[in-house]
């Protein structure tokens, strides 16, 4: 099992920037895939970014975040330009085996909100 910690949300001005980080202890965390989502209030929990052999966005983030990871401190950053009003909700990581098709392990989350 992986025990998983995001940090880094708060409040921005929409064009503003932040860097989500999510720490990891427990497994090996260079074995596992972490995979970045947000849920707004209202709607279901949306994916955002994946890292693991390759890297994946969702469309609505593609171009404006980046998602990284450094292994030595088992953690995995998720840097986001451009905000905008709608990438406003609380922002989940969520890891898995690499060769695995389920989350086992989620975080509790780190709110963030973006406003006009």
């Known amino acids: 099992q992986v025990r998983l910690v995001e940090s880094g949300g708060g409040s921005v001005q929409a064009g503003g920037s932040l860097r989500l980080s999510c720490t990891a202890s427990?497994?090996?965390?260079?074995?596992?895939?972490v995979g970045w989502f947000r849920r707004a209030p209202g709607k279901e929990r949306e994916f955002v970014a994946l890292v693991g052999g390759n890297t994946y966005y969702g469309d609505s983030v593609k171009g404006r975040f980046t998602v990284s990871r450094d292994n030595a401190k088992n953690t995995v950053y998720l840097l986001m330009n451009n905000l905008k009003p709608e990438d406003t909700g609380l922002y989940y990581c969520?890891?898995?085996?690499?060769?695995?098709?389920?989350?086992?392990?989620w975080g509790q989350g780190t709110q963030v909100t973006v406003s006009s």
């Open positions: 427990g497994r090996t965390f260079s074995s596992y895939a």
């Open positions: 969520a890891a898995r085996p690499e060769s695995g098709v389920y989350y086992t392990d």
